[in-house]
């Protein structure tokens, strides 16, 4: 048995690479087993997939279902859809931007993208750092690692980050709701005196991680310093900021919980021997199941899309990574 299976008390591997979900069992053999793969084309072809594909609309957007006109406008709505679906496309069928589907989708978002360098409409018209992350994040494991458009972002991440460090959400800064009346405010800046949203601060930094030079610049070492010290703390503000939501999860990966922390704490070079690392990987390992998997509290997606599966393959990368 590799070094890194021996951590576990049930060797999850097995369970992984025979599951009945072909794209896991895929990426456990290519990532986990170290099997050579041929590129992840053949899993655009799965029904899942395709059925995703098949909403595209003409301009590379997904209509979001419903939505209250109250909060958002229609082309906002649709930005949010858009990040949605190219998670899935990129992170569960290793879709690139090789495909005129990932592509038509990214022009859209960069169509967003302001001359600062955020990508602003979810918010209406103020920043929006962790959602300007979220979509990097996707674009640069989609291919567009040197693509100009990224590293304005990254220099407008930079920029927009409060004094200690971090990242929060403007607005909150200001002591403002995320209502409508803000939204369609001028576009107001943050008080970078108020401290760091580690809700905030662990999306931007799964940007970071996913980027090979932009995880080695010191904003995200800083940054991950403080990630690594909320663990299992209250965030220092309201949104989601009951400690509770640390274990409650999402793949792909949405806002910040205990599994997409360490995955980008392990990637921005953070140790398994560090306190708070060495805590979140004992609190993974003591949760999994005799048949090598996990059942953990999840907010999305819980049947249909199996995200026990993907959750599991999540810490077994990050455990490899730490392990081996």
């Not at 301009?59 to 859809?81: C, F, V």
């Not at 932009?214 to 990630?227: D, H, N």
């Not at 309201?238 to 990966?253: A, C, E, N, V």
């Not at 021997?273 to 090598?292: C, P, R, T, V």
Request: hydrophobic share 40%; proline share 4%.
């Amino acid at each position: 048995m590799a070094n890194w299976r021996s951590v576990f008390t049930y060797d999850p591997l097995p369970a992984l690479l025979q599951s009945c979900n072909e794209a896991v069992a895929f990426f456990a053999a290519r990532d986990l087993a170290g099997e050579k793969r041929k590129d992840p084309q053949s899993l655009w072809e799965l029904p899942q997939a395709l059925a995703i594909v098949r909403k595209q609309q003409g301009d590379g957007s997904w209509k979001y279902p419903g939505g209250n006109p109250n909060i958002r406008s229609a082309e906002n709505y649709a930005q949010l859809e858009t990040f949605r679906n190219l998670g899935f496309l990129v992170e569960s069928y290793g879709f690139n931007n090789s495909s005129p589907v990932i592509t038509k989708a990214a022009n859209f978002l960069f169509s967003f993208q302001t001359p600062a360098g955020d990508i602003r409409g979810i918010l209406g018209n103020q920043y929006a750092p962790y959602y300007t992350a979220a979509m990097l994040e996707l674009l640069i494991k989609a291919g567009y690692t040197h693509d100009k458009r990224i590293d304005k972002a990254f220099s407008w991440l930079a920029s927009i980050r409060q004094h200690d460090g971090g990242w929060a959400i403007p607005l909150r800064t200001l002591g403002r709701k995320l209502d409508v009346i803000a939204m369609e405010a001028k576009t107001l800046e943050p008080d970078r005196s108020k401290p760091y949203s580690h809700m905030v601060t662990g999306i931007v930094l799964r940007a970071y991680a996913a980027h090979e030079q932009y995880r080695r610049r010191p904003e995200a070492k800083e940054a991950g310093k403080l990630l690594l010290n909320s663990l299992f703390k209250k965030d220092n503000y309201t949104d989601r900021g009951s400690k509770d939501y640390w274990l409650k999860f999402t793949y792909p990966f949405w806002f910040t919980d205990l599994i997409s922390a360490t995955d980008s704490l392990s990637l921005l070079g953070f140790k398994k021997d560090e306190s708070q690392m060495e805590k979140a990987i004992e609190w993974l390992l003591s949760q999994q199941q005799e048949n090598g998997l996990w059942e953990l509290v999840t907010l999305k997606n819980k049947s249909l899309y199996r995200t026990d599966l993907w959750l599991s393959l999540a810490i077994c990368r990050i455990v490899k990574r730490l392990y081996s």
